[in-house]
T-cell receptor, first 116, second 110 residues
Framework: DAGVIQSPRHEVTEMGQEVTLRCKPI?????LFWYRQTMMRGLELLIY????????DSGMPEDRFSAKMPNASFSTLKIQPSEPRDSAVYFC??????????????FGPGTRLTVT | LAKTTQPISMDSYEGQEVNITCSHN???????ITWYQQFPSQGPRFIIQ???TKVTNEVASLFIPADRKSSTLSLPRVSLSDTAVYYC???????????FGKGTMLLVSP
């Protein structure tokens, strides 16, 4: 398996522009997570999907952020409009949720976003 | 979710055994203890998980005392490639949402 795939790996954009980050979870995994990591705040959970349905979006910082999961193999995180304080590394992770199996999340390589 | 406390950083030399202790005084009966490792420019990677006593795999050992208020991740004979941030997390086994703290930055020197 190729693991969790994220694109792009690096994104540089100007303030006010729309940014779309993409994630392909591991095949067979039914839960997907978006995290953001910065030096100041560490690794923060933004949103969690189970079976393509958003379960917990309490970590989404504000209305400028939105996430979708139209099917089991694809998710997007969109920032519109982007601001310099959104600069961070954004990780996507997936896990197969079953009963009695340890919940090991598999993380993607991340997208490093720089907003100037 | 139970709060965890772990050292901000640790230093070691190649070939030594490293023990990283995590405190979780408010751990609940159904909580498991899980450790993740993160290398620079990569996402976190699962290392080991346990509930009580001792768990060992090909990478590390996890020691959990009877009161479960702390746990110790043990890395035998570390190498330079073990330089990474190590996160201790506590939560129910069936609870997928993980809360990552600041972690412990382990620096292994020659």
């Amino acid at each position: 398996d190729a693991g969790v795939i994220q694109s792009p790996r690096h994104e540089v954009t100007e303030m006010g522009q729309e940014v779309t980050l993409r994630c392909k979870p591991i095949s067979g995994h039914n839960s997907l997570f978006w995290y953001r990591q910065t030096m100041m705040r560490g690794l923060e959970l933004l949103i969690y999907f189970n079976n393509n349905v958003p379960i917990d979006d309490s970590g989404m910082p504000e209305d400028r952020f939105s996430a979708k999961m139209p099917n089991a193999s694809f998710s997007t995180l969109k920032i519109q409009p982007s601001e310099p304080r959104d600069s961070a590394v954004y990780f996507c992770a997936s896990v197969r949720e079953t009963t009695g199996v340890r919940y090991e999340q598999y993380f993607g390589p991340g997208t490093r976003l720089t907003v100037t | 979710l139970a709060k965890t406390t772990q050292p901000i950083s640790m230093d070691s030399y190649e070939g030594q055994e490293v023990n990283i202790t995590c405190s979780h005084n408010n751990i609940a009966t159904n909580d498991y203890i899980t450790w993740y490792q993160q290398f620079p420019s990569q996402g976190p990677r699962f290392i080991i998980q346990g509930y009580k006593t001792k768990v060992t795999n090909e990478v590390a050992s996890l020691f959990i005392p009877a009161d479960r208020k702390s746990s110790t991740l043990s890395l035998p004979r570390v190498s330079l490639s073990d330089t990474a941030v190590y996160y201790c997390l506590v939560g129910e086994r069936g609870y997928s949402t993980l809360t990552f703290g600041k972690g412990t930055m382990l620096l292994v020197s020659p």
